[in-house]
């Protein structure tokens, strides 16, 4: 059993940045492969990114690609969703989560344990 509790959501003008955190329960986190995803009012939940469970390697939407960052620290359980230039559209509620599987993936239902969002709202 894993728990996810992100933070560091807020409002951020058009062309900002802001860096949200997810910590997790449990001394397991380092066996975890974590995403990113998002959800908009009105849409869909969406993938944003991945990092496998050594950080060797990273997965990103095509629309964040080169603006957001993920990185973790097992030591701390946590991962970060660092977001640059950052516009309207990324308006969303950012969620974390576990996938226990070996690779990197976009999938949600791959995804078994999830936090319960933070909000990032961008003014234009």
């Known amino acids: 059993q894993v728990q996810l509790v992100e933070s560091g959501g807020g409002l951020v003008q058009a062309g900002g940045s802001l860096r949200v955190s997810c910590a997790a329960s449990?001394?397991?986190?380092?066996?975890?492969?974590m995403g990113w995803f998002r959800q908009a009012p009105g849409k869909e939940r969406e993938f944003v990114g991945a990092?496998?469970?050594?950080?060797?390697?990273?997965y990103y939407a095509d629309s964040v690609k080169g603006r957001f960052t993920i990185s973790r620290d097992n030591a701390k359980n946590t991962v970060y969703l660092q977001m640059n230039s950052l516009k309207p559209e990324d308006t969303a509620v950012y969620y974390c989560a576990a996938d226990p599987g070996v690779l990197v993936t976009a999938i949600p239902r791959r995804y078994r344990y999830w936090g319960q969002g933070t909000q990032v709202t961008v003014s234009s």
């Open positions: 990092i496998s469970k050594s950080a060797s390697s990273t």
């Open positions: 449990g001394r397991t986190f380092s066996t975890y492969v």
